[in-house]
């Protein structure tokens, strides 16, 4: 499985990387710190493993492995090639699964890029950037099927149907990976690769002083918020303490 970390620059993308892979790589209080991806594979812990290794005397144990990937911040505009934000996209669209970091503390000394701490904002930032690039992978699909319409075959009409409701529901502002799909919609999704239909987990960042009174932390309640009404995950860490 390949997971890409994502987010805005500066809300500890990097320091969260380097606590699951143990990297090293650099993260520092300046935005676009990370341009190319970092990449880093982590073995993943499971005892029952050992157990079985044991039980048929095996020579190799091997376990299952999660490859993560530090991508560079995405910033307003993104889709359009801001921040590089075309480069960073196609790493996105490369991995099966999502972890979006978010900040959820207040320090003055370190950047924001939008001046202040909002999790609703920053999310929505994100999503919006990745939702117009599945635009536009919809609007080259709508165009080969209105070509394709022409030969009158009904199944053309049922898929263009199909990309009619989920650039509806796209342009509403909501991800792909909630779309009422229908039975028959399957047919369509197989070569579509949208960044907005693939698994996300929200990542809450909060600071040393707030990882044991996350509940009280109203970035963190926003965030929650967010993630549910989004069917995601969320969880709560402190990204400088894991790094140490």
Known sequence: MKIGIVGLPNVGKSTIFNALTAAGVDSANYPF???EPNVGVVAVPDERLNVLGRMYATKKITPAV????DIAGL???ASKGEGLGNQFLSHIRETDAIAHVVRCFDDTNVVHVEGSVDPKRDVETI???LIFADLETLERKID????MLKSGEKKYKLEMDFYTRLKDWLESGKAAR???YEEQDSEFTKDLFLLTSKPIIYIANVSEEDINRESENPHVKALSEIA???HAEMITVCASIEQE
Do not use: H, M, W, Y
Not at 66 to 69: G, R
Not at 144 to 147: A, D, N
């Open 33 to 35: 710190c990370t341009i």
């Open 178 to 180: 909630s779309f009422p």
């Open 75 to 77: 910033v307003k505009g």
């Open 127 to 129: 999503n919006l950037e």
């Open 228 to 230: 549910r009404a989004d």
């Open 144 to 147: 080969r099927c209105g070509k």
């Open 66 to 69: 999660i490859e993560f990937v």
